[in-house]
Each structure stands twice: as structure tokens, then as C-alpha cells.
């Protein structure tokens, strides 16, 4: 089994679409969408939802006004802002949860054990079933915290599935940006594809992908979605990742049936026998290969 | 314009456009007289300077402060890694092990040790950047170090910095979780950018719900429009929240894009319409 995260730095570089399409090219997958935060994949892959589960990611503090007396301790100790002062009102204080850190310390420190610290419900998770394959997913709440911990959560699932049902990939769309979320997505994962088009905010953000993987040692490779719409830049892109050891797997061409596949549902590939489409085989067929040839190294 | 207003540009999807229009939106307010001030909140990538080019004049790094255990004052008690909500520090053997990476810097940990053994130091995880676009236009941003998994108290960083221009424009990172969050609360408008796609409409269900959740009062704007699309049209109408501009989707402004500059300052007819979303949107907020 190899699981395959897909990240790009940047939003917005086709990257669920991609992953649409790999999920759908890939025998026996399973799917994770790992972009908690914005989770896409489901209006194209249209999971059946077999289990739901909720997600909490930590915990949160809640003052009980009965045995509260006002004395403005935990006021004084959290370093959140998060409680807050009411003027002439009884309690005194009251705790904003969305602000509220769930570090725990007013509640320890509070001393008519008036502060209650119970497990917050932050989102949920969900194991479905695909025209392709098992999916896990899952729907943060708004403005919760822990994302990472969703994340980790999901991959966790969609490997014992695919270990259970003996699937040979696992394919995760992972979130934006190179903060606790997308870490969360690509430490100990197989291999990354980073998706990425040729811009200047697209080569700034890339580096810093980059960056990132090396960091965590994780074998990675490169693919350039709209590369047609700056060929010096998308040179420049691919130089870039080649010096940083990046292999690029391919190039995809801009086109607009990447929005008319969404509107209908597909993945392009099953949209669309444009040369898009054959842009998009290549990609997956050179990234198994370049696997393989991977795997095979690290066995003899 | 009476009082100072501060405008987050936010969308629920990253690669909307919400660089690009929160930049143009900051250089149209300066340009039509505002004091200005463009705040980079996206710490895990920020790309504002790539367009607006400012001269970098001030830097300071940003840290948490984070436990240093004196193992000899430390009886092994445990109650530390008892407090701690993060696993952040853990007493295991009769020795304190911390993981800076992991800690808030809530202070817990400090305060319930107690024989004094913890002391707090600062550790930088990003530096924020200020600087000059030239006319009426301050610059800053804040830069998250590649490794670190907590952005908030950074992003808090830069919104700090502001000192009393008219207008403030925060770039909030995409998305609807903590670091969004931290961009937008307390501000007096947020500009939702979104595309006329499906996963577009998705993600802007998920920001106005964000939105509506914080109070605050916002609008849409459609980036990339093509006519036929109409979801995100349809959606805002339902939901009766306002549309301030459709942005048609043209082949100049993504070459311009790709190239760092601004369509404001390149393009065509670009000018005009931010200067007009710039009014919009203060007369929006200030109702
Ligand atoms: S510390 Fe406890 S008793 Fe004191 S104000 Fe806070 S909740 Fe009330
Ligand atoms: S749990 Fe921590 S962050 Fe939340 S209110 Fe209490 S002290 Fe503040
Ligand atoms: S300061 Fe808070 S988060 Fe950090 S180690 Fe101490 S208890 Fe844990
Ligand atoms: S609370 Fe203080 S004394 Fe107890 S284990 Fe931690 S550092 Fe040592």
C-alpha cells in the first residue's frame, strides 16, 4: 500500500480537481480529503455516507454562574483574551469560546471550581463509500482549532481501511498553506505531489513547500497545472524543483472543462477525452512509475 | 469618512484572487486619499509583497513564551505535564521533557510547578515585517518559520502594528479555521472573495457561515465571472447577502497575475473599478 498525499502550498492550483482525477485513474484506492478546512473532494467523488462520527479536538472552559463569586482570577490568568469582563453583571466574567485556547489553566486555578473544562465537539468525521473506492472525510466546525488533529485522524482511518481491504493506494488531498494542517497531512505519508502553476505567487509559495518536505524527508514530486499560461515561468518553476531533487511528473494545460467537469461532477478524465485528459494520464502514469522505480531502489 | 474602519479580505477556498484584490483595494484607498494600511495576515504564505513591492524598513521576530525547566530545583512531581493541555511538556522517569513546538504558551505549566523550577522564555516562530509602498500606503506582513504548526499569536503580531491609518485592509489566510479567525475578529467589514465555481460556492458557504457565526457585516465578491456561471449569483441572492462587484474572468489580469502586477495597475478599466469598490465598501461598512 502507498499513500500519496497531494498538497500546493498555495490555494487554488486545481489541486482537488487533480485529485479527482488521480483517484479516479488509480486501482484500488482509497480516498482521504484531508482539507478539513475547505473540503471540496465530496462534490465530485459524492461519497454515500455509511459511519459518522464526531471529532473533538480539545477542550473548552465554561463558566458555571452559580458558584462563580466574581473574584476575576481566571480573568487575570488566561493569556487568550478569552475571558471576558461584564460590568455590573453577575458572574463578572464570562469565557468566549470561540477565543478560548482550551489550555485548562482558569478552571485549575479557579477557586470555587466554578470554571467546568469538558471536551468540545469540533467537527465531524465520516467513512463513505465512492464509485471508486473507500473515502474518509470530514467537516470542521467553524473557527475551531485542531484542524491538525482532524487531519491526522482521517489519513489514520483511510489506512486501516485500505490495510483491511488490502487496497494498494491511498490517495490524500491535503489543505492549503504550511501550517499544522498540511504537516498533519504529509508526516509519514509515502510521497507528496506537489500541484503548482506557473506564477510569481505560485514559484514564492512552492519554495516554501519545499522547504517543508525537506524539512520532514519526504520524498516528493512536482506537477504544473496551467503551465500554458507563463512557459518562462513554468520553466523557471521546473528548474526550481529540479534543484531542490523535485522530479516533475508532468504538465497540465489550462482548459475550461476543468469547470464544466466540476458543474457536472466528473473527474476530468471521465469528462473529458481532451488533451487535458491525456495531460492528466501522463501525470499519474509517470508518478507510478517514478514510484516503483523508488520502491524497487529502496528493496535491493 | 468618519471613523478609522478595518476591512478583512477573506474566501472559504485559496486561489481566489484574494491577493490580488486586497492589494488593489489597499493601493485604490491610498490612491483616492485614504491613510492606508495593507496587513498580510496569510503567515503561511504570504504574497502581497510580491505585488505591492514595499520597502521593508522595520523587522521583529515573534515568539511565545515556552517553559525551561531548572532540573535541579524539579522534583519530578509531575503536575506539569499533568496541566498541560498540548503534550507539551511530560514528566516521565524523574525527568521534565519539554517540546516547544507543541507548547501555547499558556503559562500553565509555570504557575502550577511548585517548587519554581520553570522559568519562560520567548521562542521566535515568524517575524513581521513593516515597510512603505509609497504614498499613503504602509506595509506589513508576518512570516511563519517553515516547521511551526501555530500561527495565531503571529497573525496577532501583525494586526498590532496598525497605528491609526483610516483604513486598514487585512489579507486573512483561506479557509474558516483558527487563523482566519484570528485575521478577522474585531474587524468592521470582511470581503468574501469567491469564484463562480462549485467548489468556489462550497467554500463560501462555509466563510459566510464563519462570518455570520463572528457578526460581522460582509459582501461578496465574484472573481473570475463568466455570465453562465451563475451558482455564486444564485447562492448570494438566496441568502440574501450583497454582491459589491463581479470581476470578469480576463486572460490579462491572470497573465498580469502570473507576472506579480497588479491588474489594478495594469490593466485596463481596473483602476476604476476598485476606486468604485473602495466606496462601496466604505459606505457599506459604515452603516
Ligand atoms: S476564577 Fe472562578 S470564581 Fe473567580 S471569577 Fe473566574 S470563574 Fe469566577
Ligand atoms: S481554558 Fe485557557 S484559554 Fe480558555 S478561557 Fe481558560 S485560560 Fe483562557
Ligand atoms: S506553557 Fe502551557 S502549553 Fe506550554 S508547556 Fe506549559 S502548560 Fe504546556
Ligand atoms: S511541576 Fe515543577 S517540580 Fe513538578 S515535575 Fe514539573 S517542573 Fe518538576
Known sequence: MIEITVISGK??????????????????????????????????????????????????????????????????????????????????????????????????????????????????????????????????????ENSGK??????????????NKNLSYIIVDGPPGIGCPVIASVTGTDYVLIVTEPTLSGEHDLERVMELVNYFKIPAFLCLNKHDINPTMSDKIENLARNAGIKVVGRIRYDRAVTEAQIKKLPLVEFTDAPVATDLKNVWNTLIQEINSLQKGSHN | ????????????????????????????????????????????????????????????????????????????????????????????????????????????CSLVCPTEAITEHSRNFGVVETGDCGNNLKFCHGKLDVGEIHSPPLIEAVRETAQG????????????????????????????????????????????????????????VINRSVPEHTLARDFCRDNNIKILVEIPDDRRVAEAYSKGELPYKGVEGYRELFKELIDTIIEEAGR
Open chain 1, 11 to 144: 490555494g487554488g492550483t486545481g489541486k482537488t480537481s487533480l485529485v479527482a482525477s488521480l483517484a479516479s485513474l488509480a486501482p484500488k484506492p482509497a480516498v482521504a480529503d484531508c482539507d478539513v478546512d475547505a473540503a471540496d473532494l465530496h462534490l465530485v467523488l459524492d461519497p454515500q455516507i455509511k459511519e459518522s462520527h464526531d471529532f473533538s479536538g480539545g477542550k473548552l472552559a465554561e463558566i458555571i454562574p452559580a458558584r462563580c463569586n466574581s473574584c476575576g482570577k481566571c480573568y487575570e490568568l488566561c493569556r487568550f483574551g478569552a475571558v471576558i469582563k461584564n460590568e455590573n453583571e453577575k458572574p463578572a466574567y464570562t469565557i468566549d469560546p470561540i477565543s478560548c485556547e482550551g489550555c485548562g489553566v482558569c478552571s485549575y486555578f479557579c477557586p470555587e471550581k466554578a470554571i467546568a473544562f469538558e471536551p468540545a465537539i469540533n467537527g465531524q468525521w465520516y467513512i463513505s463509500d465512492t464509485r471508486y473506492g473507500p473515502m474518509v472525510h470530514a467537516k470542521l466546525g467553524i473557527a475551531e
Open chain 2, 1 to 108: 469618512m468618519k471613523q478609522k474602519l478595518t476591512i478583512a479580505v477573506a474566501s472559504g477556498k485559496g486561489g481566489t484572487g484574494k491577493t490580488t484584490v486586497s492589494a488593489s483595494l489597499a493601493c485604490a484607498a491610498a490612491d483616492t486619499g485614504h491613510k492606508t494600511a495593507y496587513m498580510d495576515c496569510d503567515v503561511e504564505e504570504p504574497n502581497g509583497h510580491l505585488f505591492l513591492k514595499p520597502t521593508i524598513n522595520y523587522r521583529h521576530m515573534v515568539g511565545i513564551p515556552v517553559p525551561v525547566v531548572d532540573q535541579d530545583k524539579c522534583t519530578a512531581c509531575g503536575l506539569c505535564g499533568e496541566i498541560c493541555q498540548f503534550s507539551a511538556i511530560v514528566c516521565v522517569n524523574k525527568n521534565v521533557l519539554t517540546f516547544d513546538k507543541m507548547c501555547h504558551g499558556c503559562g500553565g
Open chain 1, 150 to 163: 482532524l487531519v491526522a485522524l482521517v489519513r489514520d482511518q483511510a489506512k486501516k481501511i485500505a490495510e
Open chain 2, 165 to 220: 491609518e483610516d483604513l486598514s485592509i487585512v489579507d486573512a489566510s483561506p479557509g474558516t479555521s483558527c487563523p482566519v479567525v484570528a485575521a478577522i475578529k474585531g474587524v468592521d467589514y470582511v470581503l468574501l472573495v469567491t469564484e463562480p465555481t462549485p467548489f468556489g460556492v462550497n467554500d463560501l458557504e462555509i466563510a459566510v457561515d464563519m462570518v455570520k457565526e463572528l457578526g460581522i457585516p460582509h459582501g461578496v
